[in-house]
């Protein structure tokens, strides 16, 4: 089994600053990509950031300048770094990482964490 710990959301006043934090823990023998995804009520979910393996990173366009996202291999954890935060970024953030579960495997499983509410006031 593979789990995905998400930790670090809230409510915060418009630009201010929140850092998200998840951690895949089970039986992994690689991760490799990693992802934030967020959904805003009535809102399909969209894809925010994701990071590789090696640490390459793309973001959307609406938080390019405002978001980063890191990793830390050892502990098979990513983080969303978010400032400037803006009403319009409130929703529900989910990690998402694709998983070697053995050695031998030829392709990654994808795991989803339970998700976080972030909650920007104006």
């Known amino acids: 089994q593979v789990q995905l710990v998400e930790s670090g959301g809230g409510l915060v006043q418009a630009g201010g600053s929140l850092r998200l934090s998840c951690a895949a823990s089970?039986?992994?023998?690689?991760?490799?990509?990693m992802c934030w995804y967020r959904q805003a009520p009535g809102k399909e979910r969209d894809l925010v950031a994701t990071?590789?393996?090696?640490?390459?990173?793309n973001y959307a366009d609406s938080v390019k300048g405002r978001f980063t996202i890191s990793r830390d291999n050892a502990k098979n954890t990513v983080y969303l770094q978010m400032a400037s935060l803006k009403p319009e970024d409130t929703a529900v953030y989910y990690c998402?990482?694709?998983?070697?579960?053995?050695?031998?495997?030829?392709?990654?499983?994808?795991?989803w964490g339970q998700g976080t509410q972030v909650t920007v006031s104006s």
């Open positions: 089970g039986s992994i023998f690689r991760v490799n990509a």
């Open positions: 998402n990482a694709n998983v070697y579960r053995f050695r031998t495997s030829a392709v990654t499983t994808p795991y």
């Open positions: 990071i590789t393996n090696s640490g390459t990173t």
